[in-house]
């Protein structure tokens, strides 16, 4: 059996992934963050004094790139490392007031972004999309 490359799902996705990335990257680069830190800032959005661990897992990155995207951030004062209270070898990971604040900038432009790459997708296939995606994710042993 032969797979072209036009009928390969992984290419797609791979070329899809591009350009979604390059318009994402084109958002965020006035702003000083990079898609990469931009998912790390949207966990801690949703849940602020999360454990590196934990947030590595949340945003589908190993631990050496986690620690390094969360070392750019801590320069650009946007994030916090605090040992926990109970487990002093375990870091959480908290937004300072300006990673908060600069929730406000961005999300407007992701939302933007989203219906740039989502035109002519209705609620239902965008829905339809996410989980069909999700079970690719899955079934190719995603965590």
Request: hydrophobic share 40%.
């Amino acid at each position: 059996m032969e797979l072209r490359l036009d009928d390969s799902i992984g290419f797609h996705l791979n070329r899809a992934n591009t350009q979604v990335k390059k318009l994402w990257i084109h958002y965020l680069k006035p702003h000083g963050i990079t898609p990469e830190q931009w998912a790390v800032l949207n966990r801690l959005w949703e849940r602020d004094g999360v454990i590196a661990r934990d947030l590595a897992a949340l945003v589908s990155k190993d631990a050496p790139n986690t620690a390094r995207i969360l070392d750019k951030l801590m320069k650009k004062q946007l994030i916090r490392r605090e040992p926990d209270a109970t487990d002093k070898r375990i870091w959480r990971i908290f937004l300072t007031p300006a990673g908060r604040a600069l929730r406000e900038k961005l999300m407007p432009l992701a939302v933007e972004g989203m219906t740039v790459i989502t035109n002519g997708l209705s609620a239902g296939d965008q829905r339809k999309l996410l989980k069909l995606l999700r079970r690719l994710y899955d079934n190719a042993g995603g965590e």
